[in-house]
């Protein structure tokens, strides 16, 4: 495999500097998130269960990332994790460090999703479980990884909630019959229930662990999203007339 080029990042971690991921502090969590690029923007595929949909409404460029120097700098975080795992995993380990003190200074809760814009098993790198006692918690497409997540598989301090899309509604609802959340973008308003399932807002904040179980984590559809019509975005007139929230 030819190796790509790129440039080894000052800062890999993104701590509390979007709009949803400050609420948090609101409930007392601090959170610090990774940024890649996504589905196979860097010439690596780090969204292997990404819909049509789900890439035609990516938010990889909204806000900071409609950015190049920010498009840029994914790049690069991604390629570097690709290529040189290990240098690349001991210093997101420095930073992780730097966070939970950070965190501790402002008697917040620390939590880390690094899957801000990607679709990786982190499990599988063994970093999870080198921080016990740190929360970390991530959205997936990958359904192997959701099923592994409710049969208590995945580290007991690793939450996953699993994304719905246009392909995948049967394996969406069957975990959430098995226990599990799931995320789903709908159009114009949330409904209280979806399909006879509890529907959270969460553009309040991106704490999915505090979500219970047998949720769905509602969005309402932004940027891109709202002119969707794969199947992606949910319209609320389907959910058999549940009343808005």
Known sequence: MKKLEFIKSKKLLNIDNNAKTVKGQKYGYMTAVLYLAPSSESGFNVCPQASNGCKK???YTAGHG???NVQQGRINKTRWYIQERDTFLD????EINAFIVK????????????NGTSDISWEKTGIIDEYKNLIW?????IYKRALSYINGEL???????YSLNEDNKKEAFNILKKGGNISAVFRKSLPKKYKGFKVVNADD???RFLDGNNIIA????????????SGFVLDTQNSRGDLTL
């Open 66 to 68: 409609a950015f190049n």
């Open 137 to 141: 918690y991530d959205y997936t497409k």
């Open 57 to 59: 409404a990516c938010l």
């Open 205 to 207: 904040s991106d704490l």
């Open 218 to 229: 509602g969005l309402l559809a932004k940027g891109k999203a709202k002119k969707d019509h």
């Open 91 to 94: 210093k997101i380990r420095k």
């Open 155 to 161: 580290p007991s301090n690793y939450h996953l909630t």
């Open 103 to 114: 965190a501790k200074n402002k008697n917040l809760i620390p939590c880390i999703r690094l």
